[in-house]
């Protein structure tokens, strides 16, 4: 099997300056292993990997270590590859992702990508947060991580 990859230096105007990524095309999904395994050798904080779908892609991003549900500076990366490299003739590009949808546009040179918002809601408060803390927060919120209130 070739695969063809990509180091992606997103946020820089330069080589080696900014935040690397790695990005796999691909024209089906690879076993979840072997993609793990790719990001492992990576040795990257993120490996993209995407899929075409009917009017986008789906996308999925992989540490040395586990899968993960987002990760914009890899997202980036990607349409990056696919505006400059694979010729995407859009100056759009949607990404289905674990997130929701992601949308990568172009601005002239920059690319634009609008995050999925995911506003944090009311849970309640986990024992190991009052154990850390040594103390009852008021209110705890959780959206990606908790939010606490003393």
Same mark, same amino acid.
Request: with cysteine; hydrophobic share 40%; aromatic share 6%.
């Given at each position: 099997m070739e695969l063809t990859l990509y180091q992606i230096d997103a946020f820089a105007s330069k080589p080696f300056e900014g935040n690397p990524a790695a990005v796999c095309p691909l024209d089906e999904w690879l076993p979840d292993e072997l993609m793990q395994s790719i990001a492992e050798e990576n040795n990257l904080s993120e490996t993209a990997f995407f899929i075409p779908t009917g009017n986008g892609f789906h996308i999925r991003w992989f540490t040395p270590t586990s899968e993960v549900d987002l990760c914009g500076h890899a997202t980036l990366a990607a349409a990056y590859v696919l505006f400059n490299i694979l010729g995407h003739k859009s100056d759009k590009v949607e990404f289905n +992702? *674990? +997130?929701?949808m992601l949308t990568v546009t172009k601005d002239n040179e920059l690319l634009v990508m609008d995050f999925p918002a995911q506003p944090p809601v009311?849970? @309640? =408060?986990? *024992?190991?947060?009052? *154990? %850390?803390? @040594? =103390? %009852?927060p008021v209110e705890c919120l959780k959206s990606e991580d908790f939010i606490v209130v003393f």
């Open positions: +992702s *674990k +997130s929701g009311l849970c @309640d =408060i986990p *024992k190991e947060i009052v *154990k %850390a803390f @040594d =103390i %009852a």
